[in-house]
């Protein structure tokens, strides 16, 4: 089974590169393409794929949906209809990938200060050949992941956005990757951040779609400077028969300051692997992570944390809500290296069991190699306090309703970590209506 | 305190120079391992033809395994067909008096306040008649026979007991349970089973007992504790006193079956030889631990002092199969120079209102990486069940490593999991505290890291409890300033 579907994609892969490209980036293709065939899909037996089993969901191959539609597709209502339903704030700037191709039609772009680039991968494939070129092929290992050497092997369009030293970009960039029609498509979208010395910004992904089945293999690269600062958030709101995987790969410098904020709704299984490399001194990274899992719905969340380098402080906070038949796991990892003396790690995962069916398993992880240090993890599974229901059913509130209210108090302690008002606004509302709560409780 | 440690370091090298431990292998057969020696093991046992073919099973089942890699430690590749799988009680020099020995060992004794007639046992003294191991033992033996409770060598209730061997032999850790494991089943070379009938409480501590009665259990024991309805017991394996053996490969099994309301409380002081601070030499002590709850309100509780080895690899486990049930874990982990250990437990809940506290404590010194890896699951009947898990390390020098490996899995929705860990190094403020009180930094360092463990200490027998305390001072030497 797993042979024939190595075969596919390497059809599609010599379909693929038919396609006119520089040949730097035909090589990479193909090194990755390699490594995807060596590897292979992951099984259960290796270790960090033990909860996780892909193999029903990839089992029949998916269609790269460039091979089989035009480039340039005719915007339909469906898709203004999704564009609609991401918008967050129409004073953001929005680019707008329709299964991993950049879409100009739906995107929005506002003028930039001097320097800053916003804009989609392929072009600037063609533009900057020389720039992208390094950061796509360095700092990612696609030797050891199959999905990151897939991604590799098909890298085709995504996101670009390029902020030079010192500048404070005003509008938050939204990302929207949308996934639709009605074949079993698979898209992957490779996107490349990279923030200057003492720029910030702020980055938000949203993936969705309208097709069945789908699958969504995205990889996005971060850069940051010394002392730059961003804000990422991930929106995970995929159809329910969709494969998501994704991975983040961070590389912080000297005083960086990172901060994630990931909410995975959708997908029939979603994976989510987040590897922040902490190379300097003086970084501060945060983590924040909610995952709402229902029916059978299957969610991973990995995160991967390297303290390289003195002072670093990290902060970690993820929460599951698993209800019906889902399944959680989390898998958190902290290295401290030898050199990263006087590290500060904190790590916090906490779950809520609400279904009998329902089951998370939950693996931190601490490595560390240096004596200074102070690092402390702390996990939690359970369903909701007695104390606290019995508190609020003895002022008069029914259970129903207590119940409510303390899963939506338990997600909102991370969702009140993001900055950006509609952001936050819109989770929140997702929040509320998910749990019939009016606005008034705020 | 410097030339103390020199003295220690002279300790450790003289003992091999002199060959102290020599001894005249009288009954050994050659290196290897084949079917061909599972049956000698066997015959020279006069083992009946159930157990040879339980040994054979798990032989032919050993070669179908792979060693395992997944855990945290880094060691050469070992031949298995380099070891010898049987060599009879050793015969080692007999020496007439303490005079005789090696008055360095004699202080380490001292240190870790050894009695004298265990000081000579160990020493390999002959024993006088009054304090004659042989008849102490059987004191003991009388005294336990008085309430029914079963007590022997392993090789001796084969014979003695067969249907309770054949019962519950492999009933919690089945040949086919993992590589060390299977290898253990197949060539065991002796160790000790342990029965208490229904409703006696154990009249003493299976310790000073089992102190001397295991001298010269081969590198594969084989330890078996049933505790019948509402029995009770408290164990005591291992030895506090440095023992030196040439064996680089231990492999033992250690399975304990409690029924309704029985309680079974198992001990471990581990000080094998570590190797030297160069991590030269040392032993690789892999093995397999687990405890069925069988019955209801049933306890197990292992406890853990572990401070010798080049590579420990255990994972004391509890099954907690009746309702009711309590697990239980402590342990205190110390790895200096070049030891690595790779050690925790896991918890199975299965039935309901099942209880287990897991606390371990990890010190990594010198170059020395401790992990944790533990599992905790709550299986779907698991109603009710809860775990409160801790483990902390404590870090001594910037060489060295502390990880923690987890894993919880939950399927039931009324279990409640929580855990907690942290990892820190000796406080410079409390090392400042102490000293500003006139203790030197080494007597500050060993008072923090007693504090650090006390609480795994509590729950040791007494006297067991205060060994430990000076046998973990004693490896932290020299490992200060």
């Known amino acids: ?442 | 305190m410097t030339s103390e440690n020199a003295m220690l370091e002279e300790f450790a090298q003289r003992e091999y120079e002199h060959g102290f431990v020599t001894d005249i292998e009288a009954d050994a057969i050659a290196p290897g391992l084949s079917e061909d020696v599972v049956r000698l093991i066997s015959s020279k046992k006069n083992e009946p033809e159930w157990l040879l073919e339980w040994r054979l099973k798990a032989y032919r089942h050993w070669l179908t395994l792979e060693e395992p890699n997944w855990h945290n430690v880094k060691y050469p590749p070992i031949d298995y067909q380099a070891s010898v799988y049987y060599s009879a009680p050793k015969e080692k020099p007999k020496l007439s008096s303490l005079d005789e020995v090696d008055p360095v060992l004699l202080e380490t004794y001292e240190k870790l306040g050894i009695p004298l007639q265990e000081q000579k046992v160990l020493a390999n003294v002959a024993v006088d008649a009054v304090f004659d191991s042989v008849s102490i033992a059987t004191t003991y033996r009388e005294t336990l026979e008085k309430h029914g409770v079963i007590f022997r060598p392993f090789s001796e209730a084969v014979h003695e007991h067969p249907e309770l061997v054949k019962k519950y032999l492999g009933s919690v850790i089945p040949y086919s349970d993992n590589f060390y494991a299977s290898l253990n089943s197949a060539v065991f070379s002796d160790g000790s089973f342990c029965f208490i009938p229904k409703g006696v409480r154990c009249p003493m501590e299976l310790s000073t007992y089992f102190r001397i009665n295991a001298q010269n259990t081969g590198q594969f024991e084989r330890t078996l504790i049933i505790a019948e309805e509402g029995a009770h017991v408290s164990y005591l394996e291992g030895c506090t006193a440095p023992k030196r053996d040439e064996h680089q490969l231990h492999a033992a099994v250690v399975e304990l079956v409690a029924m309704d309301d029985a309680e079974i409380k198992y001990s471990t002081v581990q000080n094998w030889y570590p190797g030297d601070a160069e991590g030269v030499g040392g032993i690789y002590n892999f093995v397999t631990k687990r405890g069925a709850c069988r019955g209801k309100n049933s306890k197990i509780s292992w406890t853990q002092v572990e401070t010798g080895s080049a590579i420990t690899w255990k994972y004391p486990s509890v099954i907690l199969q009746g309702d009711n049930s309590v697990g239980e874990f402590y342990s205190v982990a110390v790895t200096a120079n070049h030891q690595q250990a790779d050690t925790g437990t896991k918890m199975i809940h299965i039935g309901k209102n099942t209880k287990s506290t897991i606390i371990s404590k990890g010190i990594s010194a010198g170059v020395g990486q401790n992990s944790y890896r533990g599992e905790v699951k709550m299986m779907k009947g698991a109603t009710n069940a809860r775990n409160f898990s801790q483990c902390d390390s404590l870090l001594i020098g910037d060489r060295c490593g502390a990880h923690t490996f987890p894993y919880i899995e939950v399927r039931n929705t009324t279990a409640k999991v929580e855990h907690e860990a942290s990892t820190s190094k000796v406080g410079e403020d409390q090392i400042y505290y102490l000293r500003q009180r006139g203790l030197s930094t080494e007597d500050a360092v060993n008072m923090i890291v007693n504090g650090f463990c006390k609480e795994v200490y509590d729950l040791l027998p007494m006297e067991f409890a205060l060994e430990a305390r000076k046998l973990l001072s004693v490896s932290l030497e020299g490992s200060v300033g």
């Open chain 1, 1 to 442: 089974m797993i042979a024939t579907e190595i075969e596919t994609y390497r059809e599609q892969h010599a379909a693929f590169q038919r396609k006119s490209s520089p040949e730097w980036l035909v090589e990479l293709r193909q090194q990755g393409l390699d490594a995807f065939t060596r590897l292979g899909l992951p099984t259960k037996r290796l270790e960090d794929w033990r909860f996780t089993n892909v193999s029903p969901l990839t089992a029949n191959p998916y269609e790269l949906s460039s091979l089989t539609s035009p480039d340039n597709e005719i915007v339909g209502d469906e898709i203004n209809a999704l564009v609609q339903q991401a918008t967050l704030d129409e004073s953001y700037h929005r680019l707008v990938f329709i299964n991993g191709r950049y879409c100009e039609e739906s995107s929005r772009l506002h003028d930039v200060s001097s320097g800053v680039i916003i804009d989609n991968l392929a072009s600037v494939i063609r533009s900057r050949a020389n720039e992208v070129r390094d950061q796509l092929s360095g700092g990612l290992d696609f030797d050891e992941s199959a999905f990151a050497a897939l991604n590799t092997a098909f890298i085709d369009d995504g996101a670009f956005i390029d902020i030079p030293d010192g500048v404070a970009s005003d509008r938050p960039v939204h990302l929207v990757f949308l996934s639709t029609g009605s074949s079993r498509t698979v898209s992957h979208p490779r996107n490349l951040i990279r923030l200057g010395k003492g720029s910030t910004a702020n980055v938000i992904e949203s993936y969705l779609g309208n097709g069945d089945v789908y699958f969504t293999n995205s990889i996005t690269q971060i850069t940051l400077d010394e002392s730059a600062e961003l804000d990422h958030h991930k929106l995970q709101h995929e159809q329910i028969g969709a494969l998501h995987i994704a991975m983040t790969r961070v590389d912080q410098r000297t005083s960086s300051h990172f901060r994630s904020h990931y909410f995975s709704f959708g997908g029939s299984l979603a994976r989510n692997e987040l590897d922040c490399v902490l190379d300097g001194e003086r970084i501060e990274t945060t983590l924040n992570g909610l995952y709402m899992p229902k029916g059978d719905q299957l969610m991973d969340c990995r995160t991967r944390i390297d303290h390289a380098k003195p002072n670093g402080n990290s902060h970690e906070l993820y929460k599951g809500i698993l209800d019906d038949k889902s399944k959680g796991v989390f898998n958190g990892k902290i290295f401290v290296r030898q050199d990263a003396q006087k590290t500060d790690a904190k790590q916090s995962n906490q779950a809520l069991l609400l279904s009998d069916d329902a089951s998370v398993n939950t693996k931190p992880q601490l490595e560390i190699y240096a004596d200074d240090v102070r690092c402390t993890h702390g996990a939690t599974i359970g369903e909701l306090e007695e104390d606290a229901l019995y508190y609020l059913r003895s002022r008069g509130i029914p259970i129903d309703f207590a119940r409510k209210l303390l899963i939506f108090a338990f997600a909102n302690d991370v969702v009140q970590g993001v900055e950006l008002a509609a952001v936050r606004r819109h989770l929140e509302s997702l929040l509320l209506s998910g749990h019939e709560l009016s606005e008034d409780i705020l």
